[in-house]
């Protein structure tokens, strides 16, 4: 099957599936949870806790529950709650795939057959998982019809202002929540008179679409997404063969590759390392110049350089071959790059000549590392059991000095270092101060 051929077969299969999925979130049998007392915790409560005198108990009925409550006033606002725990403190349930609460209930008593839900939602930042009052309070009204069956959207859910009043919640955080629900209870009204009054709660379920809504919208619109990236990118495709099959004759093809040869030339000349030892060539000090030294800020006019140069390496050569020399090198760099600091830059200057700057640094704490360094190389162990030393010479800027004349001092004092016997650190001080040694 061809690639057009693939996406018309993606295209129709799609189609055919948001259509599917479309007419089941409409017309499909709905989601249910029943909520009954064998699978949920069901329990009843007063208002004594606040200081009143009302009693609630909790009575089995069929597929149900039946609130008993004596009012008697001694709190402002006497109530009655039969409370359903749908998790814990923290692990509530998401009713957020669900649209409907529905249940039938019978009202008895003095007063208006009225009802208060509360669906108390676990809110990161708002509530703790030791204190049920801090539960954010999703409240909803309603009458209790006389045929008992009750749909009540949840939708029009509101937290209660006086639960927002006593908690001071800041306002971008006032809107409903319920995607972490961890009690639904029901509540008799406000003014409600003393006396005795009973609240029949059966068939209590929560309703919703089969699949959540802004679930389904995302996976739709991601599929239909890709599959518009995908035929954009078959199209890019087409476009591009047809403009290369128009590029076929040899005047063009040659005209192509000349460019081809620029390019490589160009970025071949913007290779930054030293292809044998890794070491940063001499483009790559210039990148790490304008990129570390001019732009260091207060520290832009403190800098030191460090000169190598591998004792004797042409008897390296000349005794053991260049393939000898070549692992000496290698080694050499590695062994200068492990020790330095990372703000620190290794290059090679040119044979056996490497160069070291170190921005930041004094010309004591510069000779500190190059004798560090000279340690560290003469008690290595090389290829052949060559005994390989090297001779440094050390520099700092002073004032505005230029980078070439800093460079020019030290490898005078490489010279010296060498005029001296070699081995050793050409510069003001062998061995940096106590106390400001370069980490290496």
């Given at each position: ?222 599929c239909w997404f890709v599959l518009g990236i995908a035929s954009l990118g078959l199209e890019v495709h087409r476009y591009r063969r047809r403009y290369l099959e128009a590029r076929s004759n040899l005047s063009q093809l040659q005209a192509l590759n000349e460019a081809l040869q620029i390019e490589t ?176």
């Amino acid at each position: 099957m061809g690639t057009s051929n693939y996406l018309r077969f993606l295209l129709a299969t799609l189609i055919v599936a948001t259509a599917v999925l479309v007419g089941w979130q409409t017309f499909g049998p709905p989601r249910v949870v029943t909520l009954t007392p064998g699978q949920y915790s069901f329990s009843a409560s007063g208002d004594r806790t606040s200081g009143g005198n009302s009693v609630a108990e909790l009575t089995p009925i069929e597929s149900g529950v039946r609130l008993g409550c004596s009012i008697s006033h001694g709190y402002q606002y006497p109530y009655c709650t039969a409370t359903i725990r749908l998790g814990d403190l923290d692990e509530g349930m998401d009713l957020t795939a669900y649209d409907t609460l529905r249940l039938k209930a019978r009202y008895q008593g003095t007063g208006v057959p009225r009802m208060r839900v509360f669906l108390r939602d676990y809110e990161e930042g708002l509530s703790t998982g030791v204190d049920d009052s801090t539960l954010k309070v999703n409240e909803v009204w309603f009458d209790v019809p006389e045929h008992g069956a009750v749909d009540v959207p949840l939708s029009v859910v509101r937290v209660a202002s006086w639960w927002l009043s006593e908690h001071k919640v800041p306002l971008e955080k006032t809107g409903p929540r319920l995607d972490n629900v961890v009690m639904l209870e029901f509540s008799t009204p406000e003014n409600i008179p003393d006396g005795t009054h009973t609240v029949d709660l059966q068939g209590i379920e929560l309703v919703g679409r089969p699949f959540k809504q802004e679930q389904l919208s995302r996976i739709l619109l991601a599929c239909w997404f890709v599959l518009g990236i995908a035929s954009l990118g078959l199209e890019v495709h087409r476009y591009r063969r047809r403009y290369l099959e128009a590029r076929s004759n040899l005047s063009q093809l040659q005209a192509l590759n000349e460019a081809l040869q620029i390019e490589t030339r160009e970025l071949a000349d913007k290779a930054l390392t030293d292809p044998l030892t890794g070491a940063l060539n001499r483009e790559g000090l210039r990148d790490f110049l304008v990129d570390r030294w001019r732009n260091a800020g207060g520290q832009r006019n403190t800098l030191s350089v460090v000169f190598a140069d591998i004792d004797h390496f042409k008897k390296i050569n000349d005794a053991f071959g260049h393939g000898v020399g070549d692992e000496v090198l290698k080694q050499f760099s590695a062994i200068l790059r492990d020790r330095l600091r990372s703000t620190d830059c290794l290059v090679r200057w040119g044979g056996e000549e490497f160069l070291i700057v170190c921005p930041g640094a004094s010309l004591d704490q510069g000779c500190g590392l190059a004798e560090k360094l000279r340690q560290s190389l003469e008690s290595a162990e090389w290829p052949e059991q060559i005994k390989v030393t090297a001779s440094f010479g050390v520099a700092a800027r002073t004032g505005e000095e230029d980078f070439g004349a800093l460079i020019a001092r030290a490898d005078g004092h490489l010279y010296e270092a060498k005029r001296g016997g070699r081995n050793r650190v050409g510069g003001r001080h062998p061995i940096a101060p106590q106390g400001e040694e370069v980490h290496i």
